[in-house]
C-alpha cells in the first residue's frame, strides 16, 4: 500500500485539528462519572489523606504507563483498537474486539445515568424529590420494583435517554473534529467552571470543615493493608479510561508529530487533579449534611447511585441555594458523562469503519442506531436500575481489568513489542521511555492487575453481588464478561473488507539529536 493511499486513508478516517483539542478529548474521556460520586468515597474509605500516596505512586507506576502504552498503539498503528493491536500481530486482533464488546456493553447503560442525571438537573430546581430522596429515586422517578426482569416501561427515563442517544447520533455522525473535537472544547472547559463553582459553594457551607477533616485526615497504618494499594490501582485503571480501546482510538487521530509523551503527563494529572477537586466539593457537602442532622459522616458518606442520587439530593434540600448546588451537581456529572459516553461509542465506530471499510456517517448510524434501541429497552423500564448496576460491576472488575492484564501480557511477552513502541513514542517525545517504561509495563502493572482481579473474584464468588438472584448475576454478570470475550475473538475471524488494511502505514523520517529515525 503506497504512502499516498495510506495519507488519504487517514484523512478518510478523520483527525483532531490540534494536540490540544486531543487533549481536551482525552481528559474529557478520562472525567467522567467515576471521578464525581467513586474516588471521594474510595479515598475516605481507604485511608483518607494517607490514601493520596498510594495513590500518587499507582498513577506513575500503572496509570500514566498504560496510558502511553494506548497511546504508542493507536499512534504508531493509525487505526482502532482491532486495526492497532492487528498490525502489531495478527493474532492479537482479538484482544482489540475484546475491547471493543466492552465499549460497546458500556455505551448502553452509562447513557442511562446521563438521562437520570439529565431529570435531576431539573428537579433541582423545585426539590422533586421532597423529604425521601431515595423513595423519590426508587419508587416515583425509576418505578422499581424488586430485582428481576420488568418490560414496564418509564416514560420518565424513556424521554431524557431519548434526548440523550439523539444528542449522541449527531456528535458521531459530525466527525472526529466536527463532533468529538469540538464537543470537548466547549465542554470540558463548563465542566471544570461549573465544578470548581460547586466546590467553592459547599466549602461556604455549615460543617465543610468536618467534611474535609474526615476525607483527609490521614490513615498511616491503612498504608500496610493490601486492600488499599489494590484499591488505588483500581481507581487509577477505572478512571483513566485505559485499557479498553478508548486512547488508542484517540491516539490513532493525532498528528505525526505530536508529542505524545507530554500529551500523556497532561491528561494523567488533569484526571487525577478533577478527581481531588470532586473529592473536596462532595465530603464539603457531606460534612454539612452531617451537621445538619447532627450525625457523623461516615453515617452520610456513600458512593454511586447513592451519593448523586440519595445523598445530594437531600444536601440540596437543607442547603443555603440548594438549587444553585444541584443544578451544578448534576449538571456538572451530564457533562462528564456525556464526553465519556461519546468517547467509549467513538471505540465502536472507528472499528466498524476500519474493518468493513465504511464511510462515517454509515458507520456512526450503524453504531448508534442499535446501541441506542438496546439502551431504551433495558434502561428505560422499572428493572432498568438492577441490570445496570450488575453489568456495571462485572464488565468493570472482569472486562476492563482482564483485558488489560491479557494486553499487557501478549505485547510485553509474547509479541515482545515494546521496544517498538518505546521507540517509536521516542521519536517525537519530551519524555523518553526507557527500560523503567519496558519493566513496568511488563511486570509491576500486570502484576497489580492479577492481584487486584483475584481478589474481587474470591470476593464475588464468596459473596453474591448485593444479593442479587443468582440467574441475574449468571446472564448480566458473570454471562456480559463472559460474551465480550467470545465476540472479542469471533469478530477477530471475520475478514477485512480492504485486504490491505493490515499494512502498517509508512512511518515519516523525522530528524532528531540522536539521527535520523522512522
Excluded at 508529530?257 to 473529592?279: Q, Y
Excluded at 423500564?381 to 453489568?391: A, E, H, K, R
Aim: proline share 4%; with cysteine.
Amino acid at each position: 500500500m503506497s504512502t499516498t493511499v495510506h495519507e488519504e486513508a487517514e484523512a478518510k478516517r478523520g483527525a483532531f485539528s490540534s494536540r490540544k483539542v486531543f487533549m481536551l478529548a482525552a481528559i474529557g474521556s478520562a472525567v467522567g462519572l467515576g471521578n464525581i460520586w467513586r474516588f471521594p468515597y474510595v479515598a475516605y474509605e481507604n485511608g483518607g489523606g494517607s490514601f493520596l500516596v498510594p495513590y500518587l505512586i499507582a498513577l506513575l507506576a500503572a496509570g500514566i504507563p498504560f496510558l502511553l502504552l494506548d497511546y504508542a498503539l493507536g499512534h504508531r498503528n493509525r487505526g482502532s483498537a482491532p486495526l492497532s493491536f492487528a498490525r502489531l500481530s495478527k493474532g492479537a486482533e482479538g484482544l482489540g474486539w475484546w475491547q471493543v464488546g466492552i465499549c460497546f456493553m458500556i455505551a448502553v447503560y452509562y447513557a442511562a445515568v446521563i438521562a437520570w442525571a439529565l431529570r435531576y438537573t431539573f428537579f433541582s430546581l423545585n426539590e422533586a424529590w421532597g423529604d425521601d430522596p431515595e423513595g423519590f429515586l426508587f419508587g416515583e422517578f425509576l418505578q422499581a420494583g424488586e430485582p428481576g426482569v420488568d418490560a414496564t416501561v418509564v416514560m420518565g427515563v424513556l424521554i431524557p435517554l431519548a434526548l440523550v442517544w439523539l444528542a449522541v447520533l449527531v456528535v458521531m455522525v459530525l466527525g472526529v473534529q466536527k463532533g468529538i473535537g469540538a464537543t470537548n472544547v466547549v465542554f470540558i472547559p463548563v465542566l471544570f467552571l461549573a465544578f470548581a463553582a460547586l466546590v467553592v459553594r459547599s466549602l461556604f457551607l455549615p460543617g465543610a470543615g468536618e467534611g474535609l477533616d474526615a476525607l483527609f485526615t490521614p490513615n498511616w497504618s491503612a498504608l500496610t493493608d493490601a486492600g488499599v494499594w489494590a484499591a488505588a490501582f483500581g481507581q487509577i485503571f477505572f478512571s483513566l479510561s485505559v485499557g479498553f480501546g478508548i486512547m488508542i482510538t484517540y491516539a490513532s487521530y493525532v498528528g505525526r508529530k505530536t508529542d505524545m509523551t507530554g500529551s500523556g503527563l497532561v491528561v494523567g494529572f488533569a484526571n487525577s487533579g478533577f478527581e481531588l477537586l470532586a473529592g473536596i466539593g462532595v465530603f464539603a457537602a457531606l460534612g454539612f449534611m452531617a451537621q445538619a442532622n447532627n450525625v457523623a459522616v461516615d453515617e452520610v458518606a456513600a458512593e454511586g447511585l447513592g451519593l448523586a442520587f440519595v445523598a445530594f439530593p437531600a444536601i440540596i434540600s437543607e442547603a443555603p441555594a440548594g438549587a444553585l448546588i444541584g443544578v451544578l451537581f448534576f449538571g456538572s456529572l451530564v457533562f462528564a458523562g456525556l464526553t465519556s459516553l461519546i468517547s467509549v461509542l467513538e471505540v465502536v465506530v472507528s472499528a466498524v469503519r476500519d474493518k468493513f471499510d465504511m464511510t462515517r456517517r454509515g458507520a456512526a448510524l450503524a453504531v448508534t442506531i442499535p446501541s441506542a434501541i438496546l439502551s431504551l429497552m433495558f434502561f428505560s423500564t422499572t428493572s432498568g436500575v438492577y441490570v445496570l448496576d450488575i453489568v456495571d460491576h462485572f464488565i468493570n472488575r472482569f472486562g476492563i481489568l482482564l483485558v488489560a492484564v491479557v494486553s499487557m501480557v501478549v505485547i510485553a511477552w509474547v509479541v515482545r513489542a515494546l521496544p517498538t513502541l518505546a521507540g517509536h513514542m521516542d521519536r517525537t517525545g519530551s519524555i523518553p521511555l526507557g527500560k523503567w517504561w519496558i519493566a513496568l509495563i511488563s511486570v509491576v502493572t500486570p502484576i497489580a492487575l492479577v492481584y487486584i482481579l483475584v481478589r474481587e473474584l474470591i470476593d464475588n464468588i464468596k459473596t453474591p453481588y448485593e444479593g442479587y438472584p443468582t440467574w441475574m448475576l449468571l446472564t448480566f454478570g458473570w454471562g456480559a464478561a463472559a460474551a465480550v470475550i467470545v465476540f472479542g475473538f469471533l469478530a477477530a475471524r471475520s475478514r477485512w473488507r480492504d485486504p490491505d488494511a493490515l499494512t502498517l502505514p509508512q512511518q515519516d523520517t523525522i530528524t532528531t539529536t540522536k539521527g535520523t529515525v522512522r
